[in-house]
């Protein structure tokens, strides 16, 4: 094994190698991550996910990175390494691939939750790789290695990347369980041996910087679950994240201890149950996982659900059971929901809807004010902190944040001991590049977002939101006008059709009112002989315009459309 | 003056009359507070507050309370009291007094307040009568007392409605804090009076139902605020809601202790602190207050800013620093930025994105994650059930919350003792109806939501929103076509016009394929004789939306217009 110990380290410094990090996600957003590594003609990619829409991207699935720089470089891409299978972190997979035929390399259960999503879009061929942690692979010029950390999801590892430059060990997501579901601690050792030997740089997931102390233990979920299922005299619902699969197996665990049995609503929570049984990262005892119809049969006090839905998207089963819109599943007065998470910025309105729906439907709802109900998959502060001691950086590089939380991430380096120089707050598609000196700044790449809309990838952009922005909120005029190619002359119309603007049934006179505007401004126009249907379409436009602001202080999309016979 | 003791409370029960608590606002949700209380002839209205618009109200301006069951009952409607100046509670007031001259009673403030508005809405001649705490008043045949409490606006009050029936006491919102920034602490004496001599019925505030504790003190808002002056270097701009005229107060008070002049950002900040100032509500030391473009001339570290934008408000003060588009103020590095206020539920990304935008400007921000820089203006749990201990009501009406908040409040109330059959969780609408036997819920009348769309209350209803949410999703597609009234022949067109669908400069070839598809659809009809317009355009809208579909999985909104010459 290349290992390379501090005096190494600085030697390598002398040398004239470069070593490039180029963030192309995950820099002042949570979500769509994907680092660049370059050296030489070889570029590494750490991650490659998606992210979801921000409220003002109007009618948009998921957004991706850009990958022109990649596609520019296409020959030197060696490979795409996972760090665990979240869609913030795998996602973009299927749209990058599409584009980019390279091996991809994932812990097992990173790897099948891949290939479900591969399948969906119709994807063959794709190189996967299964690494364990403390395996190593070579891509490239590079030495990769899986290393053990805990997270939200089993299989998650950090990345030490060997270059001839230094070593770079990217966290990934992670947190400090010292008592984990599974049993598999952070690999301490690895990591504290790779600080040992000299680490050039550390990029460190920046999620939880604002919290201090320490993230509780994924087991404390498990001794709620206890507390509630112990109370619950009927039958309980639990929703949570489909892809945390300790929180599943605790569920499970309990809903036997208490002699329950289980079943599955909502098709992401089936897929992911599927895959981590199949792939052994779930114990399910024989008999407990039952139908959905066989739980309806069975005694309300017999019964546990496990359901998606706990960040109340709109289509998700328990969204639908909240608003008595689910097939096979009514809530009962009676019923125990327990929702084991914390809303994500931007859903907390949702879920709180979905509660008070619960609620007025006479269930008794476990919800996040309650303690102990949900557990982050990030590190507090003390972690962060027992992370920078375990590697001991010389470089340090603050990931997966918004820009308040990489900035007071970099804070907390600072604290630590690293001198603020070697601390470096990036932007997606800088350039970090690593030569003799140390680390620098060194340009900048194209980088930014790809909005996905249906099977459109990138065909929606700023005007396309403009105008969707401007429909949604005063909606639309159409004025219609046919007029004679010879004469000039208007031979029909001005209609006006209205979407989304008013109730017509009660704005008749305005309507009325408005198209006589319409009418006048054309006479006006053919009067002074104006033949230009630009300029036409503009007066129309103005005149219309002015009017509806006037009468209604709104502004509605107005467009004017000319059939010439 | 009348009270009623226990007994003469019982005997009130034995006549045949009717006591009636009708909410028209404020249950199951946040915002447009108001309630109706009938006895006989005579309606007396709590509060009269707007709501800010769900996500899903696409273009609304404000909500306000559908007050049908008033208009229906004009004649009986005898005044409306006012609890305080927020706008939950006072915002409707423009919209219903222009179809309701009733009188309004309030405290000085909360008129004072209250007056620009109607100014704005070009409102003379309302009757608004100013009343002070443990004044009271005879509206109609209810006797209303004023009863101070605190909150986060000052001379806010509780009422207290004497009536034939018993004693109605509603708390408006407010918090036990028993160290105010003026000094005028909540009227526990007058509060126990009430309860020792029978309250019939309390309506408290739910907001901070499932917070446990104590709501902390405003002072201690003070403290913090004097904590990060002392450390500032450079300048300091206090961003929080314009109507904490005590958090004002203190950042003034800070201000002057660290020799700093105070400059007002923010148009709503300059109306609130002009009117408390004129009307004494917040003390200024002379010159302590400048204009904007004195400050900009001071050195940084003699200047405070206060502004408003503590929601991240798109077009406020602060958002507009943040964004580097405000007029007079420009975010320097260096500035100390306190946001004094947490995010409403629905606008924490607004927020976060704000605090981003002022860090990458090299600002340092403090907000909501440091302790002590806000308070809520709510009770907790602790100061709900004094507020019960103190009153002693015999029946309970939790007020000001969302369905769960309700729920909750109604669970405390029972472990107080109350019995549950005494105990009402309302909806708006909802008749809760007092007579000798006790309280039930009668009936229900006329409530609801009516939308405010600039000029426009009540023109947008539920299928203009629909249309607005599928045009901001997809887009539109206008097919025109132009048929000779005659023949009934295509003369001109189709033409096709879209607006946030595609980016048209990259779809021509989909564009193009779907005016085929419309030229095939025309033919089909016409050529199998159909001539109904309705037929045609639904057929072209069949064909063309299962087309797109197929190709981009996207539902645009399709308007066939069809002009006949």
């Given at each position: 094994m290349v290992t390379f110990s501090r005096n190494r380290q600085e030697v390598s410094f002398l040398s004239r190698d470069k070593l490039a990090i180029i963030p192309l996600g995950g820099m002042g957003e949570i979500g769509k991550n994907m680092t660049a590594v370059r050296y030489g003609e070889n570029i590494l990619l750490i991650d490659c996910g998606l992210m979801f829409p921000e409220e003002e991207m109007l009618g948009i699935d998921v957004v991706i990175p850009d990958i022109t720089y990649l596609l520019e470089n296409r020959d030197c891409v060696r490979g795409i390494v996972l760090t665990h299978g979240h869609e913030d972190h795998i996602g973009a997979l299927p749209f990058v691939l599409k584009q980019l035929n390279v091996p991809v390399y994932g812990t097992r259960l990173t790897l099948g939750l891949l290939q479900g999503k591969l399948k969906e879009h119709g994807l063959n061929g794709v190189q996967l790789q299964v690494v364990k942690p403390r395996d190593a692979v070579h891509i490239g010029p590079f030495r990769v290695e899986f290393i053990r950390v805990s997270h939200s999801i089993p299989d998650a590892v950090a990345i030490a990347v060997h270059t001839p430059v230094g070593v770079l060990v990217h966290t990934g997501d992670f947190k400090i369980d010292q008592t984990p579901v599974d049993g598999q601690v952070t690999d301490f050792c690895r990591l504290a041996q790779l600080g040992e030997r000299g680490v050039l740089v550390l990029m460190s997931d920046s999620t939880n910087v604002e919290r201090p102390g320490y993230t509780m233990s994924e087991r404390v979920v498990g001794a709620t679950f206890d507390e509630t299922f112990r109370q619950a005299r009927e039958r309980i619902i639990v929703a949570t994240f489909a892809s945390n699969v300790h929180r599943l197996q605790q569920a499970i665990a309990t809903a036997r201890r208490y002699d329950r049995k289980v079943a599955v609503v909502g098709r992401s929570m089936v897929n992911v149950l599927s895959v981590a049984q199949e792939l052994g990262y779930i114990e399910v005892p024989d008999g407990t996982l039952i139908e959905l119809d066989e739980a309806n049969r069975l005694p309300k006090n017999k019964v546990v659900l496990l359901s998606t839905g706990s960040q109340g998207e709109p289509m998700s089963a328990l969204t639908r059971m909240a608003m008595c819109d689910h097939r096979q599943v009514e809530i009962i007065p009676g019923d125990t929901i327990i929702i084991s998470a914390t809303p994500i910025p931007g859903n907390e309105k949702l879920v709180a809807r979905i509660i008070d729906q619960l609620f007025k439907q006479g269930a008794h709802v476990i919800y996040e004010k309650v303690s102990g109900i949900h557990v982050s998959g990030h590190p507090s502060q003390e972690e962060l902190k027992l992370m920078i001691n375990l590697v001991r950086p010389r470089f340090f590089v603050p990931v997966h944040g918004e820009h308040r939380m990489l900035i007071k991430h970099a804070e907390l380096a600072r604290g630590m001991g690293i001198p603020p120089e070697n601390i470096f707050v990036l932007e997606n598609g800088q350039v970090l590049e690593f030569n003799r000196k140390g680390g620098r700044i060194a340009g900048r790449v194209t980088a930014g977002r790809v909005l996905v809309d249906g099977l459109g990838v990138g065909d929606v952009g700023n005007i396309v939101l403009r105008d969707r922005k401007q429909l949604s909120?005063?909606?639309?005029?159409?004025?219609?006008?046919?007029?004679?190619?010879?004469?000039?002359?208007?031979?029909?119309?001005?209609?006006?059709?209205?979407?989304?603007?008013?109730?017509?049934?009660?704005?008749?006179?305005?309507?009325?009112?408005?198209?006589e505007k319409v009418k006048c401004a054309l006479v006006k126009c053919t009067g002074n002989g104006v033949s230009e249907w630009a300029a036409i379409k503009s007066q129309v436009r103005d005149t219309l315009g002015k009017y509806l602001f006037e009468k209604t202080r709104r502004r509605p999309m107005i467009l004017p459309i000319i059939m010439e016979v």
């Open positions: 909120q005063d909606g639309i005029l159409i004025v219609v006008v046919t007029i004679d190619r010879e004469s000039g002359q208007v031979i029909a119309g001005p209609d006006i059709v209205s979407r989304g603007f008013v109730y017509v049934r009660e704005s008749e006179q305005l309507m009325e009112d408005a198209r």
